[in-house]
């Protein structure tokens, strides 16, 4: 405890200091146990009782090794309303503000009733339940609690880093009647706010809805089971996205021997004086297995995305099932077909295909490998329910001047879309977007392609960056669209940290400590070889802690480690032969979970 007030009253520049002492493998450790985040040094067995932290309290949870909070929300609110159902409790399911939590309402006559149904059910053995006190500001704890109950069953991963407890409760409130005066129908007032409303006639009518109507979160597919509310709570309001949005990757392992061929041998017909140093850094190529722990934040935090799309080089990681109905892999030779040049090294160029994947759907977010959902986020954090994108600007400005060979890559790439967007829409552009999620539109990107298609076309040829590039899906299409009328600026919590800089490990220790951001990035643009080993130990100790929950998308490990004696490239040789056995799907939440498939 002295230690971290010590820590915390140090000036910025001083803590790095600090932190810098101990070999930079050890400084992310340093930071958490400064900033109190613990975990378990060993594994726990599934299905044990561990201690755990939720909401800054210590509790015992249940191991489990693949979950997710929309799993949670399921059970805790299927388990509240089994239990009433059994005692013979009039209650109806509310949509509350809250993102992932469930809401019930029962009326306050009931209250002893319904405590005592809960406290008294076998089935709710091993879920913590808590009297309290309900405002629009949350659910405050207290004993005498005469206008709430939380309930739910916490659960945890083997290491106990991770704990899904009260953010996912369903959360039982206690309304009350008022009187109507001069003939007025009476009306229940519930004690806060809700997505619909506070006051309701007391009469109602009584209807079972999906999932999808008590929560923004739920994808309009999950219809099982269905829970019993009344009718102002069972449409689709007026904010909801109802389209299907897909997501898509771009990945490669930039140490596959195989690949490195490829690159080596399309540099030197080239010739490495035409390119900018910075698109051929070998740190720009390197696979840290982020992509597992980015597919895992989808899963996690965003049960609404309809598919996921992954674009490679004809590689495939070890790890992964590429046999899961939720994930089509998309090789360059689909993607390109018979445009560009290939084999290609050239993300802008990639980029440049996206709307050729086929089946994808007008809406998409478009992710690098290195981008994380940080916390359960809404459809409408990148799309509005009428269909328009947002966009996410920088404050960071983009440099004057024509584009040049000596500029970095993605600078030159900004300056030639300012070029084209001034002569077509008379607009300077002035700002850079946030490396974050792209939300993009398909029609949008075939627009671009057929009002520039020369541009396009050489920036698809391009096989390494290059100063005439266009990038589209992450600065141009978001302009476009804006000037189209077809997207709007929008904001997101987010946090960027350049695995290179010193302030790395106590920004990836806070993000453990507050999970406060809606997205983040871990970017590596230049790194010297000499720092890649630690960058990768200290990637190793922070992405399992912060997505300990395997997800439908990986194999068992002991398969995993037999197929790592392959190339990535072999890998995906192997399964378009079919070599590759069909792996049984692994995740096996539990019951009450969405199901997709």
Known sequence: MIALRFYRLLPKDHRLRLVQILPPHRQLWLVRRLTRQRSHARPAAAGSLIKARDAGRTLRARVETGTTPAAAWHRNLTAVTAVLDRAGIDYFCLRPTGRLHSAVAVHKRD????????????????????????SDRGFRPSRLGRTGVRVFFPVTDP?????????????????????????????????????????????????????????????????????????????????????????VYTWVDGSDPDWLERKNASLAAVGQEQINTIATNQSRFISRDELKYSLRSIVSFAPWVRHIFLVTDDQLPPWLNDQDPWLTVIRHTELFGDTGTLPTFNSHAIESRLHRIPDLSEHFVYFNDDMFLGRPVLPTAFFHANGLAKFFQSTAQLEA??????????????????????????RR????????????????????????????????????????????????????????????????????????????????????????????????????????????AMMADFLPKYF?????????????????????TELAKQ????????IPHQYTPDAGTLQRY
């Open 159 to 247: 290491h106990g880093s991770t704990v899904l407890g009260s953010g996912s409760a369903c959360e039982i409130e206690f309304w009350r009647t008022v009187k109507g005066d001069g003939g007025a129908p009476d009306m229940i007032v519930g004690p806060r706010r809700n997505e619909v409303a506070t006051v309701l006639p007391a009469e109602a009518e009584y209807v079972q809805a999906p999932p999808s109507a008590l929560s923004a979160i739920l994808p309009p597919t999950d219809t099982r089971p269905r829970y019993r509310t009344r009718a102002e709570f069972a449409g689709v309001a007026a904010e909801d996205v109802r389209f299907p949005i897909d997501v």
């Open 401 to 426: 001047g024509p584009a040049t060979v000596f500029d970095a890559p993605v600078t030159a790439a900004g300056k030639n879309n300012r070029e084209h967007v001034q002569q077509l829409f008379g």
């Open 429 to 536: 552009i002035t700002r850079k977007m946030q490396h974050v999620p792209y939300p993009l539109q398909k029609s949008v990107l075939e627009e671009i392609e057929e009002w520039l298609p020369e541009e396009v076309r050489h920036t698809s040829e391009h096989q390494f960056r290059h100063p005439r590039d266009l990038s589209i899906p992450s600065s141009l299409q978001h302009y476009w669209a804006y000037l189209t009328k077809r997207a709007v600026p929008g904001n997101i919590k987010y946090t960027y940290a350049d695995l290179a800089h010193p302030s790395t490990p106590v920004q990836l220790a806070f993000l453990l400590s507050r999970r406060h951001c809606d997205v983040f990035c871990l970017n590596d643009t230049d790194s010297a070889a000499v720092a890649l080993d630690e960058q990768a």
């Open 548 to 568: 300990p929950f395997r997800s439908p998308f990986e194999l068992p490990d002991d398969v995993a480690a037999e197929r790592a004696q392959f190339s990535a």
């Open 111 to 134: 209250r002893d009733r319904t405590l005592a149904a809960l406290r008294g059910d076998a089935e709710l053995d091993g879920a913590l339940i808590r009297t309290g006190e309900l």
């Open 575 to 582: 399964a378009r032969n079919g070599a590759t056995a069909v």
